[in-house]
Nanobody, 131 residues
Framework: QVQLVESGGGVVRPGGSLRLSCSASGRTFSNYPMGWFRQAPGKEREFVATTRWIGGGAYSKHYRNSAKGRFTISRDGDKNTVSLQMNSLIPEDTAVYFC?????????????????????WGQGAQVTVSS
């Protein structure tokens, strides 16, 4: 049974930092997309960042516009993990953050931000940015 388990959420003041980590078990995702989505109260789930295998142990990284320059996604294919370093957090980043993984190795870039292309979801980690 595949499981994605997030850790590292919490409460932080505006301008602060948090790091989310996700560990996958049950199968290996080293050659498949893994990333993060989030859902704020009363809103739909939205794409945050993801990684796509490009060969040779390397991954391309993709971000929503509001995360560029503030968030950094990292991936360890050998350890089956994905992390999200979030800096310069703002109240609008408050949400439940979900680790995700896809069964489709060949997703093109335009398909990466779509919730329907991810087959496995973690239980979610709460991130609250508040003064």
């Amino acid at each position: 049974q595949v499981q994605l388990v997030e850790s590292g959420g919490g409460v932080v003041r505006p301008g602060g930092s948090l790091r989310l980590s996700c560990s996958a078990s049950g199968r290996t995702f080293s050659n498949y997309p893994m990333g993060w989505f989030r859902q704020a109260p009363g809103k739909e789930r939205e794409f945050v960042a993801t990684t796509r295998w490009i060969g040779g142990g390397a991954y391309s990284k993709h971000y929503r516009n509001s995360a560029k320059g503030r968030f950094t996604i990292s991936r360890d294919g050998d350890k089956n993990t994905v992390s999200l370093q979030m800096n310069s957090l703002i109240p609008e980043d408050t949400a439940v953050y979900f680790c995700v993984a896809s069964n489709t190795r060949g997703l093109i870039v335009s398909e990466l931000p779509k919730t329907g292309n991810y087959d496995y979801w973690g239980q979610g980690a709460q991130v609250t940015v508040s003064s």
